[in-house]
């Protein structure tokens, strides 16, 4: 069936530092892929997306570039901040399919 | 875009009793989804709620321990049932929009239940 692997959390970076959270996936044909946040006490919402290959999301400084040859979704920040904090979660879907969420990956950025 | 609401946002409740979540979306949406997310977990999807029709449950899941019901095209209710502390955990509601190109989940706030 279809899979999305993440990195294992927590994440703890400082201010103005790069980031990357990996993400693979395991699916037939292509999917449309996603990252949704989750902030302290909140529902998750969409952060980015990509829905065919070579394709790069983009949104608030965050990027991932869709990569069939990797089956790969990484999640990139050039500089984050104090309030990048939270939980990452890698996604997947076909037309008319449920999706399928990674685990999770905590970010934490100290100041 | 679609924006759901969700109530109550969080609840302590005594094991054995049930609560009822309230979602409301500001648009029509043929499909609603309930998933819980375990402490420190990903999403797990309960069921699919279809306006008219008995809602579909994943493996793992039971209409007897979380009835549904999906009175027309802009609201749904999860009930969790004979609440025990391991059904503690975060209720997030979703709805999508599905094209042959654009699609995505909109989700809720979540309901955080916790259950003593």
């Known amino acids: 069936g279809n899979s999305v692997t993440q990195m294992e959390g927590p994440v703890t970076l400082s201010e103005e530092a790069f980031l990357t959270i990996n993400c693979t996936y395991t699916?037939?044909?292509?999917?449309?892929l996603f990252w949704y946040v989750q902030y302290p006490g909140e529902g998750l919402q969409l952060l980015l997306k990509a829905t065919k290959a070579d394709d790069k999301g983009s949104n608030k400084g965050f990027e991932a570039t869709y990569r069939k040859e990797t089956t790969s979704f990484h999640l990139e920040k050039g500089s984050v901040q104090v309030s990048d904090s939270a939980v990452y979660f890698c996604a997947l879907t076909y037309y008319g399919q449920n999706f399928v969420f990674g685990p999770g990956t905590r970010l934490s950025v100290l100041p | 875009s679609a924006v759901i609401s969700q109530k109550p946002s969080r609840d302590i409740c005594q094991r054995g009793t049930s609560l009822t979540i309230q979602c409301q979306v500001d648009?029509?949406?043929?499909?609603m989804f309930w998933y819980r997310q375990q402490p420190g977990q990903s999403l797990t999807l309960i069921a699919t709620a279809n306006q008219g029709s008995e809602a579909t449950y994943e493996s793992g899941f039971v209409i007897d321990k979380f009835p549904i019901s999906r009175p027309n095209l802009t609201f749904s209710t999860l009930t969790v049932s004979n609440m025990s502390p391991e059904d503690s955990s975060i209720y997030l509601c979703?709805?999508?929009?599905?094209?042959?190109?654009?699609?995505?989940?909109?989700f809720g706030q979540g309901t955080r239940l916790t259950v003593v």
């Open positions: 699916a037939t044909g292509y999917p449309s």
């Open positions: 648009s029509q949406v043929t499909m």
């Open positions: 979703s709805v999508e929009r599905r094209g042959q190109v654009r699609y995505e989940a909109f």
